[in-house]
């Protein structure tokens, strides 16, 4: 079967579960398209494709590209699944944030819009749609697509039942983890320990560009981490060798940061790669996106959640905060309680970009930032490996669900 695949540009997450949802697939062909965030991603993992169009080819030869293909797989990039709609070819969404996209708008109205969708063109469909927002438009192509798998997490059941309301004959179906389980299986982890670690911490920060954040642009939380690194190394003797990775670090950008005989390693490594060092380094801390928390479950690891970087890390950690991974969280909102993170994802992520500055420019509020996570760092360093168990436990039992090969397999029946 050939398959045309695609994954939303914002950071690493949707990239890293196309690169799951593809390694699932390797009976197919598998032609990867994209640009951005999500190519950069692909690039970096050419193994788990067997084609890659980067960058995209022009809409008339993706129109054509779309209908010579047997499916198309879209995980959150809502455009791909409307140009699939339009060339008439069954597509399947792939969608790990199901439960955070709002509408004010009754779903009903959502589902007449795409029942009177013009096919005369991309460009006609684009505007009959432009009424809706983004997160909106997530939801109007669960509405297009052949069929749709949504990773399980608190308020999806919620939601599946709204679609289900809608009498449409079909819903979502739910699915566990959207991650690269070969590849885990390839990093041994029944026997981690074996294996010797080069880092004493992990420090995962995840792809960081998005709608709004970029390397030099909106980068203020980048810069803060920038500041804390030396004080890391300063503060925390313990950890000789730190790996930094993410998106900010690929290429030239890399670097390291030393001070007192210790080094903070800053890089962008491969996805398989990573999972080899989240299995064997002994302390792991991480933005909380949730296919590098699903990772870090899958290995036995429980890591501490960094401050969030945008809104939807913001929604992760307030969704787990009755867990101990949302409990030991440091919240940017914990350290600037005065200003107002408004329940929206870009006016949201701007406000926390403006806190990240805050708090980066300001001694005294640096300093609280400092002593704040330095206390969670020690509060976590602390934990009987009984405690982390639980941890580990309590956080797999709210997000299980079917296994992903699974539940592909009967879509793709």
């Avoid at 949504?150 to 819903?171: K, M, S, Y």
């Avoid at 690929?250 to 005989?261: D, S």
């Avoid at 039992?397 to 793709?412: H, K, M, N, R």
Wanted: proline content about 7%.
């Amino acid at each position: 079967m050939r398959l045309v695949m695609g994954a939303q540009n914002c950071g690493f997450g949707p990239a890293a579960e196309l690169v799951a949802v593809s390694r699932a697939l390797p009976d197919h062909h598998r032609t990867f398209v994209g640009d951005g965030v999500a190519a950069e991603f692909a690039l970096r993992n050419p193994d788990a494709f067997d084609e890659l169009r980067v960058p995209p080819p022009a809409r008339r030869e993706l129109h054509h590209l779309l209908r010579d293909c047997d499916r198309v797989v879209s995980v959150m990039d809502a455009d791909l699944v409307l140009r699939a709609a339009l060339a008439d070819r069954p597509v399947i969404l792939v969608d790990s944030l199901f439960s955070f996209w709002r509408t004010d708008r009754p779903l009903a109205d959502i589902r007449r819009l795409c029942a009177s969708l013009p096919r005369t063109g991309f460009a006609a469909a684009d505007r009959h749609l432009a009424e809706l927002s983004p997160h909106e438009r997530v939801l109007a192509a669960h509405l297009l697509a052949t069929h749709s798998v949504v990773q399980n997490f608190p308020g999806v059941r919620q939601r599946i039942a709204e679609f289900a309301a809608l009498g449409i004959g079909r819903v979502p179906r739910t699915s566990g983890a959207l991650i690269d389980h070969d590849g885990l299986r390839a990093t041994g982890r029944t026997e981690p320990s074996r294996s010797p670690a080069a880092y004493d911490l992990l420090v995962n920060l995840g792809g960081f560009r998005n709608f709004l954040l970029d390397f030099d642009a909106h980068n203020d939380y980048l810069l803060l981490i920038e500041r804390w690194l030396p004080d890391l190394l300063r503060d925390w003797p313990r950890f000789h060798k730190v790996l930094v990775c993410g998106g900010p670090f690929g290429g030239h950008r890399a670097r390291t940061v030393e001070l007192a005989g210790r080094q903070a390693d800053c890089r962008l490594v491969p996805q398989r790669e990573l999972l080899q060092h989240v299995a064997v380094t002994p302390h792991h801390l991480m933005t909380p996106g949730l296919t590098a928390l699903h990772e870090a479950l899958a290995l036995g690891r429980l890591p501490l959640c960094l401050p969030e970087q945008h809104y939807a890390h913001l929604f992760t950690v307030r969704r787990l905060g009755q867990t101990l991974f949302g409990k030991t969280a440091l919240s940017l909102t914990d350290l600037l309680p005065d200003h107002p993170v408004p329940d929206d994802d870009f006016t949201g992520t701007a406000a926390l970009v403006e806190m990240a500055g805050r708090i980066r420019r300001d001694d005294t509020h640096y300093s609280r930032f400092r002593r704040r996570l330095n206390e969670r760092i020690e509060q976590y360093l602390d934990l009987s490996p009984t405690q982390h168990l639980y941890a580990v436990d309590e956080l797999r039992t709210a997000l299980d669900g079917p296994p992903l090969s699974e539940v592909l397999a009967e879509v793709l029946r």
